[in-house]
């Protein structure tokens, strides 16, 4: 079965401060991997995500990810945490076998000033 | 640009009443079409997709339905609404690919009494 796993459920960091917030992914075929983030009583909007090529994708608002094939992993990163970064963040994955999208179980991320 | 848009923002209703929720998009043609259901704001479950009107796949058996009378129309519904389906509705569109992004409404926080 396919799945996506967001080990953390909260992840901390203060402003200013590198952050990462941590995907794994299991698929059949050839993944096609997503972030989302979602602020309060709102729906998610899209962050960036990969389809092929490059490893390294940048995305909205600062933040990137890295598709490692190897680990089956996807972790977003930024270089420096700002406080309005604080929300909720889902992972997501579909594959070349199902165009169906899954998704993580999110990780909230608080940035402290 | 595309747009869309999703009616209630919220709904509080009894036991046993019925439901109807609406979403629409603007800006672009035969999208496909996405209802998912997030509780207690964490994972998302879709429960169905639409590739064009009339057509309407269902991923979890349970007492709602959907419609697509519209092309840019998707409507969510229940003859009888049970406490357990609770919970913040989310509607979503993308272009007909599997690797497109899909893009995702304000959603509708419906409380079941």
């Known amino acids: 079965a396919q799945s996506v796993a967001q080990p953390e459920d909260q992840v901390n960091v203060a402003e200013g401060n590198p952050l990462t917030v941590k995907c794994t992914y299991s698929v059949s075929g050839n993944p096609y991997l997503f972030w989302y983030v979602q602020y309060p009583n709102r729906g998610l909007q899209f962050l960036l995500k990969?389809?092929?090529?490059?490893?390294l994708v940048k995305g909205s608002y600062g933040f990137e990810a890295e598709f490692n094939k190897s680990q089956t992993s996807f972790h977003l990163k930024k270089p420096s945490a700002l406080v309005s970064d604080s929300a909720l963040y889902f992972c997501a994955a579909s594959s070349s076998n199902t165009g169906k999208l899954i998704f993580g179980q999110g990780t909230t991320l608080q940035v402290k000033p | 640009s595309q747009t869309i848009h999703q009616w209630p923002a919220t709904l509080v209703q009894p036991v046993g009443s019925p439901l109807s929720l609406e979403c629409t998009v603007e800006?672009?043609?035969?999208?496909?079409l996405y209802w998912y259901r997030q509780a207690a704001g964490r994972g998302l479950q879709l429960l169905f997709y639409s590739v064009g009107i009339g057509q309407i796949s269902s991923e979890v058996p349970q007492n709602l339905s959907a419609s697509r009378p519209q092309d840019r129309q998707f409507i969510l519904s229940s003859k009888k609404l049970l406490l357990s389906d609770s919970g913040f509705y989310l509607c979503?569109?993308?272009?007909?690919?599997?690797?497109?992004?899909?893009?995702f409404g304000p959603g509708t926080r419906l409380t079941v009494l």
């Open positions: 800006g672009t043609s035969n999208p496909n």
């Open positions: 990969y389809i092929t090529g490059d490893n």
């Open positions: 979503a569109w993308s272009v007909q690919a599997i690797t497109d992004t899909q893009y």
